[in-house]
């Protein structure tokens, strides 16, 4: 499994956009990238996936550059509630996930 | 929209003694996995299991756990002899063949060992 690197956390205000870019520099050719998100004392959730270019859905948005060494979850206009930890994880069909420490977004008002 | 559910929510238990943690995962998923999280650290994979046989398992998943689908809709993780170490939260998860990488996670059980 490719590794992932992360900012550790991230502050941002109400309304803002926010990015939060993936580095993995090993990624390989079946693997695909996907994003979770976790609340304190709640299991991780299933954001968004991608393989390449821009994936959209209705939470949040992944920009995956034409090399895929890295990648960008793009969260518009956030609330106090998506304060949380998100997760980057690289693989292909994965049998084992591997979470890293992931980056801790705090949303101010 | 259906969930993964555990149970319990939260677990008491003496060090030396058996637990075990049951999941209803969603109906028609097919992979099954547990995870377990110590207090503000990461998410760490346990164990996947599928078609009745275990997938993959990390270093964590030793001889004093072990994993069971009893009947067609719970899966358990069961602890032999339950140490300090083990206080946790255990997270099940599953997802079906079109996406493994899109797993739903259930609200986990809180496991404390005394």
């Known amino acids: 499994l490719a590794k992932t690197t992360q900012p550790i956390s991230m502050d941002s205000y109400e309304g803002q956009e926010v990015n939060i870019t993936c580095s993995h520099n090993n990624i390989a050719t079946n693997d695909y990238i996907t994003w979770y998100q976790q609340f304190p004392s709640q299991g991780p959730r299933f954001i968004i996936q991608?393989?390449?270019t821009k994936v959209t859905n209705e939470v949040a948005s992944l920009f995956i550059p034409a090399d895929r060494k890295s990648s960008t979850l793009s969260l518009p206009r956030v609330s106090l509630s998506d304060t949380a930890v998100y997760y980057c994880?690289?693989?292909?069909?994965?049998?084992?996930?591997?979470f890293g420490s992931g980056t801790k977004l705090n949303v101010k008002p | 929209e259906p969930e993964v559910t555990q149970t319990p929510s939260h677990q008491v238990t003496q060090m030396g003694q058996e637990v075990i943690l049951r999941c209803v995962p969603i109906?028609?998923?097919?992979?099954f996995y547990w995870y377990r999280q110590i207090l503000g650290q990461k998410v760490e994979f346990l164990v996947s299991?599928?078609?009745?046989?275990?997938?993959?398992k990390s270093e964590i998943f030793d001889d004093q756990f072990s994993v069971e689908r009893p009947d067609g809709s719970n899966f358990t993780l069961k602890i032999r002899s339950t140490k300090l170490e083990d206080s946790a939260m255990y997270f099940c998860a599953s997802t079906w063949e079109g996406s493994r990488n899109e797993q739903y996670f259930g609200p986990g059980t809180r496991l404390t060992v005394t």
């Open positions: 109906s028609n998923h097919l992979y």
């Open positions: 299991f599928y078609n009745n046989e275990i997938s993959e």
């Open positions: 994880l690289v693989g292909d069909n994965f049998n084992k996930f591997y």
């Open positions: 991608g393989y390449k």
